[in-house]
């Protein structure tokens, strides 16, 4: 299932058939992740060290969605997606992203937080997004200095470090 603002619709193969569905459903799951660790963010206000690592984390997943987003800029409205099973890729990461999301509303400890935000920076997620700007190649050379400070592929590295910053013991989770 993917949101489209109205409430949900079925995942299905034309959702991915050209490169702008393709980029709007990428954009729309950095969108999300930047929602839930805003909402992480505020759930340890008390803290403002690992509030403010969180924010720092939701601004760069929204550039993220931003830029992929922007992409849409070098492909015609038709240009098909790239080879690759597009569908079944990001409808793992939306159910891993949805189960996160569930736990986040009731709240969730700072340990269930981080470990969350590892199985996401470490989902497809990201894999999909460098493929993404990878493809949109030298016409996308002028948004080129954004993706590379976006830091789409250091994420899990800087929810580990954090982790270990802040002290925060790792547990298992499981969506």
Do not use: C
Request: aromatic letters at 6%.
């Amino acid at each position: 299932m993917i949101r489209d603002g109205e409430g949900e619709r079925a995942d299905d193969a034309p959702q991915t058939r050209t490169m702008w569905h393709l980029l709007e459903r990428v954009a729309d799951l950095e969108r999300r992740v930047g929602a839930l660790y805003e909402r992480f963010a505020a759930l340890f206000r008390q803290s403002p060290l690992v509030a403010a690592f969180w924010l720092e984390m939701a601004g760069e997943e929204r550039l993220h969605a931003l830029i992929v987003a922007a992409a849409r800029e070098v492909f015609p409205a038709t240009a098909p997606a790239p080879p690759g099973e597009w569908s079944a890729r990001l409808a793992e990461v939306e159910k891993l992203l949805s189960a996160i999301e569930a736990r986040a509303v009731a709240g969730v400890s700072a340990q269930d937080a981080f470990a969350g935000a590892e199985q996401l920076e470490a989902s497809e997620l990201n894999a999909v997004t460098e493929s993404v700007l990878r493809h949109a190649g030298t016409g996308f050379s002028r948004l080129g200095p954004f993706v590379a400070r976006s830091g789409v592929d250091r994420h899990r590295d800087k929810v580990l470090e954090a982790r270990r910053r802040f002290r925060i013991a790792e547990v298992s989770v499981h969506p």
